[in-house]
């Protein structure tokens, strides 16, 4: 009982710093932008234009599910909290925080803000956006995001109402919050994009307001969409309604969606691009050594994980032992050694060593033949075969990229070599892509993920119902999913920790995808770039940007 009131104060202190902060909000803001301040004696223009390698999934924070999405996102939305460019939240459309004494209740005062169209920013506008996410009608991907709040998985999964779901504003400027269990990241989580607010008004009289740049595409964040030409280019533009818009120094962002990281890095070299490669776009892997050699190549190791998802439901992935095989079959040391040669770190486990620092060696020897021929061996045995040419050709998806290319050819020799397994590769544009794994028309799909918040429940959650948002697995089991459930409301730190280490042998055991490198950010950037902040989850921010001279 002593560590659990321990644990409990604990995180009120870690709360009221937050509020300490809160209270000056404006002030501070202010004071870490003055690297930005001397731009206003500038006369170099405040423009940049960046590669995001394709269309985006969907600009509608509800809907959006993807690094592609999320990029666009974060520079023309905001939510209750912002990520500071020191990694913690800090106040944003709310300009105070309120929990409650046990942590489950929190009470959000909205700043005066306005959408890009005039009309003011309101509590109800967060109770629609998140309603809407829930709403199984929707189909959001990331609804489950919203599980923290007490009644949203009920009225998710339609075994509730959206009525009970309990978000309310309580008056226009006022947003009343009421949790599952005390959840001590709740304001990281806030700040990520399936928490950001949609115009009621606008999205109501027009359903499909997010499909177009136009006089429906309203949103609240540093900068406003001015242009849309789908598979061409986005261009943001400074939003002049926005709250903090003194901060914001750049005027003009171009979003280019060339699908060629060599095309890519030539636009760079000619002046045409302000960055190139990750988190917006991506470099050719073949030229990072000679990067890295002259000194222009940034590498920051990420909170995310490359792997391979198995569709648990298609023969023969339905066999864990397969499953284990194929998994235990791959050369990670040689992937990210000759292809990515990013600094990557092979991964022999789901969640990255940044949020779990064990990871680093995992769970299984790479590329360990002699035990993935005793898997692939009891697997055929249990499928009542003889031999690995008595398997059907394997299809093995990925979206349209030099590196997935390049990685999938290589993962296809080594399962032909090691195993004797016939593997087809197949390839598709990222919209086409996404929409066949989430739709379970795939046997083994490329994807990765990157950190939205720093837990590792974040990684694992992805898995717990079989149909939940992100799981195109469609793997489902009992005893992992009651850990998850029961360390929501573990408070005891190690006793949750321990619980969700327990979660995670029992997935890499089960294997329902196979991990195969942990992520780093490698890009070139303009030098007279500044304050471009690249978070330690890997995502951009654009707000604090400028153009020195």
Known sequence: MKKRLSIFFSMLLVLSMFLAACSGGDNNAKEGDKGGDDTEKSSVPQEIAVNINTEPFSLNPGLANDATSGGVLLQTFEGLTRID????????????????????????????????NGDAVT?????????????????????????????????????????DVAVKAVDE??????????????LELTAFYTYFPVNSKVAQENPDWAADAGESYVSNGPFKMSEWSHSDKIVLEKNENYWDAEAVKLERIEMFMINDPNTELSMFDNGELSWAGSPFGTLPTDVLPQLKDEGK????????????????????????????????????????????????????????????????????????????KEFLEAGL????????????????????????QKIAQAIQDMWAKDLGVEVTLDNAEWKVYIDKLHSGDYQIGRMGWLGDYNDPINFLELFR??????????????????????????????????????????????????????????????EKLTDAVVSGLGDIQLKWAYIAE
Do not use: C
């Not at 925080?97 to 700043?111: A, G, N, Q, V």
């Not at 947003?175 to 709740?186: A, G, I, K, R, S």
């Not at 009542?384 to 398997?391: D, M, T």
């Open 123 to 163: 509590a109800e506008d967060f109770v629609y956006a998140w309603k809407w996410a829930l709403d199984p009608a929707n189909e959001s991907q990331y609804a489950y995001q919203l599980y923290y709040i007490k009644g949203a998985q009920a009225a998710n999964t339609g075994e509730g109402s959206l009525d």
């Open 465 to 526: 119902d079989k149909k939940g948002g992100n799981n195109d697995t469609n793997w489902e089991h009992p005893e992992f999913k009651q850990l998850l459930i029961d360390s929501a409301s573990e408070a005891d730190p190690e006793k949750r920790k321990q619980m969700l280490k327990d979660a995670e042998e029992i997935f890499i055991d089960e294997m329902p995808v196979a991990p195969i490198y942990f992520y780093t950010n490698t890009w070139v950037q303009n």
């Open 381 to 404: 045995k249990e499928m009542g075969l003889s031999s690995a040419s008595e398997l059907p050709a394997i299809n093995l998806s990925y979206n349209t990229s030099e590196a997935h």
């Open 297 to 372: 190549l940034n590498v920051q190791p990420i909170a995310g994980t490359y792997w391979y998802k198995f569709n648990t439901e298609q023969k023969p992935l339905d066999n864990k032992n397969i499953r284990k095989a194929l998994a235990y079959a791959i050369d990670r040391k040689a992937i990210v050694e000759n292809i990515t040669q990013g600094g990557q770190i092979p991964a022999m486990a789901a969640v990255p060593p940044s949020m779990m620092a064990e990871n680093e060696k995992g769970y299984f020897a790479d590329h360990d033949v002699e035990k993935a």
């Open 173 to 186: 400027k006022t947003l009343e919050v009421t949790l599952e269990n005390p959840t001590p990241y709740f």
């Open 85 to 116: 460019k020191d990694g913690k939240p800090q106040p944003a459309m709310a300009e105070e925080i309120t929990p409650s004494e046990d942590l489950k209740t929190y009470t959000f005062k909205l700043r005066d803000a306005k959408w890009t």
